[in-house]
């Protein structure tokens, strides 16, 4: 076989074989409640995709329809913190899939914020904002920036007052107030 042939062959098979990565979804057993709930939550049907151990990670994907974590790094936080700050950073995670198109230390406060009104849309008690609120406090940053996620007393505050101020109206318009996409 000519040597371009062999280099365009091999070029070929890495791409699809790339592409199999990207589309494979490794499932996260452990979280599958909170999984469940948060589509129904949200009504969608987005799919939680398993990181390697060792991440230590969470991430949403829209475009894809996904969001990426790392099942040890979660069980890691749920010892630490409880199983419900588990579930909040899967809701913030869920909450960048729903928020539509905010960039930045606003996306970031926005989703805790969701995140906070998701426990409360579920009918949770407010000691599970506050096992959430402690993860936030410790992952907040020292200083403010614009590309952030918000200082820990920001990102704390942001999961109450979703918490809080939800009164079960799910309209795009009163989500916007009770969690409105504001840098601070
Ligand atoms: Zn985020």
Not at 29 to 57: I, K, Q, Y
Not at 139 to 144: A, C, N
Not at 146 to 161: I, K, P
């Given at each position: ?97 729903v928020?539509?198109?905010v ?9 805790d ?35 952030g996620?918000?200082?820990s ?23 916007r ?8």
């Amino acid at each position: 076989m000519p040597r371009r042939v062999c280099l365009i062959l091999a070029m070929l098979l890495f791409a699809s074989s790339v592409a199999q990565a990207r589309a494979r979804c490794v499932p996260v057993p452990h979280a599958m409640e909170d999984v469940a709930a948060l589509n129904a939550f949200w009504g969608r049907t987005v799919r939680l995709c398993r990181l390697p151990d060792g991440s230590e990670d969470a991430y949403a994907e829209p475009e894809r329809g996904r969001v990426m974590v790392d099942q040890s790094w979660l069980d890691a936080i749920a010892r630490r913190y409880g199983g419900w700050a588990a579930t909040g950073i899967l809701a913030h995670e869920w909450g960048h899939m729903v928020q539509g198109d905010v960039d930045g230390t606003a996306a970031e406060l926005q989703a805790d914020c969701l995140a906070g009104l998701f426990l409360r849309g579920i009918g949770q008690p407010g000691s599970t904002v506050e096992q959430f609120a402690a993860s936030n406090h410790v992952s907040g940053d020292q200083h403010w920036s614009m590309d952030g996620h918000g200082t820990s007393a920001q990102r704390v505050a942001a999961a109450w007052r979703g918490y809080r101020r939800y009164a079960g109206d799910r309209s795009r318009v009163a989500l916007r107030s009770v969690c409105p996409a504001s840098p601070r």
